[in-house]
């Protein structure tokens, strides 16, 4: 018999447009968007006036234009966002004892065993306090009895709000619900049970098990107990990342190959600094291209370990030459550094010369000042860029 | 061809000259040892190619000259689990069959055509230095374990001889760690220059451990000969231009910390426990008169620091350390004390043993720190 648990779902409301209102007042009470600005830009984020005009995530930028006109887009600083979301996670390490960092606005908390000592409602309602009084932004939370369960309350609990599950309010909660609200039915499984005539959960946790299995194959057997309100799922506790990696769409698909060369050293030096700010070194590189028909490709190769701009850049145009075999429009590339270890570069006595090491700690200096753009190789630099 | 020989002389020779066999030959004969029959006396040969060594043995008995190439595998194997017994070989050179009977078993094998095994290269222009085999031991096993493994870089997987009338240097490097082994009490008439591959060194040092002879060195532009007891090592040369190290080795260095060479070690050895298993990095802070090693490994939440009393000359530091490489400098050093002289934490720091007992001798170690963040 398990061990009945509580866990709790802690989930920023419109995380990045709350951080631009937090710096922006005169945003707040306004539909705003947060994505890209070209046409092929995605919605990233929504206010909730936003959402009235039916405008939601992913969406693509074009399409939430023309359903609001007047919604005010925000370009989008992650870099911003990550410091918002790190406070966050610092005010959650300190006060809960195991928690989980599911996404840049999302936190799983396992707080079982603590109603011995505290009133669970209680002290979640506090830390939930506590991080609004801290960051000044709105946050809400589910609390129940398995991640599921508590991800669909935080769900329902929005905006700024909270909401509490008990051990046996499960199946009343879940039940009349829409089938969409488990977070595991996306788009496709929603439109096949639907068109099996599902609607709500109650239906979908009274279909047999194994008609599920046949028609979903593995997935049908966990989407089944998720509708039942069973997840055994434990609270994986927070991890370093395992690669940095970062990429770009272009405004329109291009074959300008010393323009991608130059955008890839710009991708270089941004994740390559990440690699030294956080003390890591990569031993595994990979590049990826999609062309304009989508077709995705990626080559990687290993390299000694390095967190050094000079010793990656050649390897990512190398990888660069060798992926690029298709006469055809590109449409993204894509830099990533993966088997991170903990560690600092180590010098090499021929190749690295005090100079350039001093010049990279120089310059790192001056990138955790002022923020990473501040400074960047010449032909990472885009002549309309300097015209500003 | 027939030979008889008592089985430990012929097993104890064979392994002398059975680690030049690789696992996987390309050429099946290379699986092989040559035997060579003339004069009463057996030359056996093994060979990867680059490394050819060679044994001469004289057996107890040997009728009909000949040769032939026999799987080294089975042969040492089952020389192995004999006894101190005299064996006899009946080699039929034509057949290629090698019959070998000891005690009460016989046991038969088929051989390859000795015609096949590749030849020897011959050494021509060669000059020659002799030196004595502990000295030649001790400059292999305080160069070689310094040197690199990176194929792409291979000047640097071998040990660079540098012979002068004045003395001799032996240096090896991997980019990261350098070691400069000098010797006063070894001279060559001529200056010259080579580069000795990995593999033979290992071999060497090896067998000249237990060994109080006179080495005969002979080299030429492509190869290097040496040949001691009744044992013969060909090794080609590695071709390419070693780095200029002394270019690499700081001349200023006005932080100089001297402590004791146990204490550091034991030290470093604990507190790379609590370091990352992957990069083995290490923290050295020092300030007055104390030496603080730390490591960290965030993942796992382990931290470690440890005080040292030292003394030191120069500046307040923080420099940061492979600890594998100290660790592996400090246990090639045998003096009491050793000094750690350093410039600025981006720069190479030198070690080098103090009040060496050995006045002949000439040691520099030299590593490269890893580059801290602030």
Not at chain 1, 116 to 144: A, Y
Not at chain 1, 267 to 295: A, P, W
Not at chain 2, 336 to 358: K, V, Y
Request: proline share 4%.
């Amino acid at each position: 018999m398990l061990v009945s648990r509580n866990i709790v779902h802690l989930d920023m409301d419109t995380f990045f447009v709350s951080v631009e209102r937090l710096l922006r007042p005169e945003l707040v009470g306004k539909p705003v968007i947060i994505g890209g600005a070209s046409d092929r830009g995605v919605v990233a984020s929504c206010s909730y006036e936003a959402r009235k005009f039916g405008i939601h995530s992913a969406m693509p930028m074009k399409m939430a234009r023309t359903l609001c006109g007047d919604a005010i887009l925000v370009r989008g600083d992650m870099e911003l966002y990550s410091k918002y979301s790190h406070t966050v996670t610092e005010i959650i390490a300190e006060k809960a004892p195991l928690y989980e960092k599911a996404s840049i606005d999302e936190h799983y908390l396992d707080v079982t065993g603590m109603d011995r000592f505290f009133g669970l409602q209680k002290w979640t309602h506090e830390l939930r306090e506590s991080i609004i009084k801290n960051t000044g932004l709105p946050i809400s939370f589910g609390l129940s009895v398995n991640k599921t369960v508590s991800k669909i309350a935080t769900g329902e609990a929005k905006p700024n709000g909270e909401l509490y599950v008990g051990p046996g309010a499960v199946q009343p909660f879940l039940a009349p619900l829409s089938i969409r609200k488990i977070p595991m039915i996306g788009e496709k499984t929603y439109r096949l049970l639907r068109s099996m005539g599902v609607v709500t959960i109650d239906t979908l946790s009274h279909i047999p098990v194994d008609m599920l299995e046949r028609v979903m194959g593995r997935n049908g057997i966990v989407i089944w107990e998720k509708a039942n309100g069973i997840d055994r799922t434990p609270i994986y506790p927070y991890h370093e990342a395992k690669s940095v990696s970062t990429e770009n769409t272009f405004e329109q698909d291009s074959i300008d190959i010393v323009r991608m060369k130059e955008i890839l050293v710009k991708m270089v030096e941004k994740i390559s600094f990440e690699l030294r700010d956080k003390q890591k070194l990569t031993s595994c590189v990979t590049v990826k291209i999609r062309y304009s028909n989508f077709d995705t490709h990626t080559l990687q190769q290993h390299v000694p370990y390095t967190a050094f701009d000079h010793q990656l850049i050649p390897v990512v145009k190398n990888l660069f030459d060798r992926l690029y075999q298709r006469r055809m429009l590109i449409r993204l590339i894509g830099v990533r550094f993966s088997s991170l270890i903990s560690g600092n570069p180590q010098l090499n006595m021929f190749d690295d010369n005090v100079e350039m090491v001093n010049l990279y700690q120089a310059l790192d200096r001056i990138r955790r000042k002022y923020g990473q753009k501040i400074v960047r190789r010449g032909v990472a630099i885009r002549n309309s860029e300097i015209a500003k | 061809m027939k030979f008889i020989i008592s089985s430990t002389l012929l097993l104890r020779n064979l392994q002398s000259i059975l680690g030049v066999i690789n696992t996987n030959n390309t050429l099946p004969i290379l699986d092989d040892f040559l035997f060579e029959l003339k004069d009463d006396l057996i030359t056996i040969t093994s060979s990867d190619l680059e490394t050819t060594m060679r044994v001469t043995i004289s057996p107890d008995k040997a009728e009909e000259p000949g040769s032939i190439t026999i799987p080294a595998k089975i042969l040492v194997e089952t020389l192995k689990t004999f006894p101190d017994i005299p064996v006899s070989f009946s080699i039929n050179t034509d057949t290629l069959m090698v019959e070998i009977s000891a005690g009460e078993g016989k046991y038969k094998l088929s051989g390859h055509k000795s015609a096949e095994y590749p030849h020897t290269p011959s050494l021509e222009d060669t000059t020659s230095i002799s030196v004595d085999s502990q000295l030649l031991s001790q400059a292999i096993n305080k160069t070689l374990f310094a040197t690199g493994n990176d194929e792409l870089r291979m000047v640097l997987s071998g040990v660079f001889c540098e012979l002068s009338p004045d003395d001799v240097t032996f240096v090896a490097t991997d980019a990261h760690k350098l070691v400069k082994y000098k010797r006063t009490d070894l001279k060559s008439v001529d200056s010259a220059s080579f580069i000795l591959p990995k593999k033979p060194l290992n071999l060497l040092k090896n067998i000249l451990s237990t060994l109080e002879v006179q080495v005969a060195i002979e080299y030429n532009k492509t190869n290097a000969f040496f040949s001691f007891s009744n044992i013969h090592l060909i090794c080609r040369l590695i071709d390419g231009k070693y780095p200029n190290y002394d270019a690499v080795i700081p001349k200023e260095n006005p932080n100089r910390l001297t402590i004791e060479r146990h204490a550091l070690l034991t030290s470093i050895r604990r507190v790379s426990i609590f370091a990352n298993q992957s990069t083995h990095q290490i923290r050295f802070k020092v300030s007055g008169q104390e030496l603080i090693l730390s490591a960290e490994d965030i993942d796992f939440s382990n931290e470690a620091k440890e005080r040292l009393s030292c003394s030191y000359n120069g500046e307040d530091m923080e420099i940061g350390f492979n600890s594998k490489f100290l660790l592996e400098m400090l246990n090639n050093i045998e003096t009491e004390e050793i000094c750690l002289e350093m410039s600025a934490p981006n720069r190479a720091g030198i070690l080098t043993p103090l009040n060496n007992e050995n006045k002949d001798e000439d040691i520099l170690m030299l590593v490269m720190p890893v580059m801290l963040n602030k």
